[in-house]
């Protein structure tokens, strides 16, 4: 295991961390499949991944992650607390809530996080987070209180972590990004604002979405070049575990045509790197759409489709009538957004 240095915090982390989602137990219907081993297998697996020289554990609250912080906290005590470096997010972004839910989360981890992150933070709640008060407020008090060490913030969107970047209260950000979905880390490692910053990275295998297309090798080597400090794998057993960690990766160059070439021998993906350049004056998701398209295409058929039936009809209508088509105009991809929303408005029929 390689180690990298988390921003300006002084924390060292192991290149690879462990996601906790695989092994919660309890009723998540967001959250796409999972393996629900009970207590005494899931610290198994936590210790396997710990003697190969895992030291930073991700999770969340029980409404997001069912059981998995209470399992993380009996993995803690086991492992020694000091050895194991706890990150833990909750999705309040009002200041009150979030210092309640810190609370609470160290009462389910028997130990305080080290790390705590408000998690989800999107381009509608990112104000009230941010706000005097907010929850990224409330988490400063409570690092100065002791309750944590270092503040984060959690989100799937450029915008905001671009923000979170030029936040002086913020020490952490973590984000999502795989050798398919590049965009974000492209335009982070372009902006000098987020040296100094730990830089957590989610979603390597896109959800387990890459998996059959691609070897761990692959998806783990083709984002070392990315200035990220950890990247987190979800891990369910301890195969997982080996194939994410046993072996320390060499970095893997993969263009993003080898990435959608390779997945055209399944089926016929959108080239979208969700860099999210693309703006809708009517506030259209367009990233969101094509991921789920390719989603869907990937082997998430049920969970994307309900996703896209929530509002395409409403995007395609719009779309049609649209004249402008503005958010074409900074798609560094040139793709015919209009065209792509209409494939899969009929995918969806
Ligand atoms: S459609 Fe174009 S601009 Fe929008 S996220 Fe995809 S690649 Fe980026
Ligand atoms: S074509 Fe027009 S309505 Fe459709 S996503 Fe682009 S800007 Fe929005």
């Not at 030029?166 to 984000?175: E, G, M």
Request: aromatic share 10%; glycine share 8%.
């Amino acid at each position: 295991m390689r180690y990298r240095k988390l921003g300006n915090t002084g924390l060292t982390v192991s290149e690879i961390g462990f996601g906790t989602i695989p092994i919660l137990s309890g009723n998540v219907p967001v959250l796409p499949d999972y393996y629900s081993p009970e207590l005494p297998e899931a610290v198994d697996i936590m210790m396997h991944a710990y003697k190969m020289g895992c030291n930073l554990y991700d999770t969340a609250i029980p409404e997001e992650y069912g059981d998995a912080e209470y399992k993380l906290g009996v993995f803690a005590e086991k492992v020694g607390r000091e050895h194991i470096i706890i990150s833990d997010k909750a999705r309040f972004m009002d200041g009150n809530d979030m210092f309640r839910e810190v609370q609470r989360s160290a009462e389910n981890l028997g130990t305080h996080p080290d790390i705590y992150f408000v998690h989800q933070v999107d381009e509608k709640n990112q104000d009230e987070t941010f706000s005097r008060y907010g929850a990224l407020d409330a988490l400063c008090d409570l690092k100065k209180a002791g309750m944590i060490r270092y503040t984060g913030i959690a989100t799937h969107y450029y915008s905001v972590a671009a923000r979170a970047a030029a936040d002086s209260r913020v020490d952490v950000i973590q984000t999502s990004g795989n050798i398919l979905e590049r965009g974000i880390l492209d335009r982070i490692a372009e902006n000098a604002q987020f040296q100094g910053k730990g830089l957590i990275l989610n979603k390597v295998y896109a959800a387990g979405c890459l998996i059959p297309a691609f070897t761990p090798a692959e998806l783990i080597g083709g984002m070392l070049h990315y200035p990220f400090s950890c990247a987190l794998i979800g891990i369910g057993t301890a195969e997982q575990a080996d194939a994410a960690m046993q072996t320390e990766y060499v970095p893997v160059s993969f263009s993003f045509d080898a990435v959608t070439l390779r997945l055209a021998q399944h089926f016929a993906p959108v080239p979208c790197t969700r860099c999210q350049r693309c703006r809708c004056p009517h506030g259209y998701e367009v990233h969101i759409l094509l991921r789920q398209y390719n989603y869907y295409h990937l082997g998430k058929n049920y969970w994307a489709m309900k996703k896209l039936r929530m509002n395409i009809d409403e995007v395609y209508e719009q779309c049609r009538k649209c004249t402008e088509r503005q958010c074409m105009q900074d798609c560094p991809q040139k793709l015919r957004i209009p065209e792509l929303i209409g494939r899969i408005y009929e995918m969806t029929r």
